[in-house]
Nanobody, 126 residues
Framework: QVQLVESGGGLVQAGGSLRLSCAASGRSFSSYAMGWFRQAPGKEREFVSGIKWGAGTTYYADSVKGRFTISRDNPKNTVYLQISSLKIEDTAVYYC???????????????????WGQGTQVTVSS
């Protein structure tokens, strides 16, 4: 059974940074696509960033390009999301997701993913 556990969220001032982690367990993830999504109160869950685990190719939503960086550590089976220059509108619960046996760009629709973590709260204050 695949498990995803996010960590690293917290309260940070605007302009600050955080590094979110997604620890994956249960199998080899070399053929997986991984995604980070976020959901703000009253809004739909939206794609933020994704990475093809095997190749390491990265993808970003336009709203975070240049501020967020996704990466993975293969030996640790962990995907990271470095979030910088935080804005008030980045406040949300951030979720890690995994899509099994997928070699294309990480999907941007939440329905495409097979596994989800429980989420980690990021709150940006002024």
């Amino acid at each position: 059974q695949v498990q995803l556990v996010e960590s690293g969220g917290g309260l940070v001032q605007a302009g600050g940074s955080l590094r979110l982690s997604c620890a994956a367990s249960g199998r080899s993830f070399s053929s997986y696509a991984m995604g980070w999504f976020r959901q703000a109160p009253g809004k739909e869950r939206e794609f933020v960033s994704g990475i093809k685990w095997g190749a390491g190719t990265t993808y970003y939503a336009d709203s975070v390009k240049g501020r967020f960086t996704i990466s993975r550590d293969n030996p640790k089976n962990t995907v990271y999301l470095q979030i910088s220059s935080l804005k008030i509108e980045d406040t949300a619960v951030y979720y890690c997701a995994a899509k099994n046996t997928w070699y294309g760009p990480p999907p941007r629709l939440r329905s495409e993913y097979d596994y989800w973590g429980q989420g980690t709260q990021v709150t940006v204050s002024s």
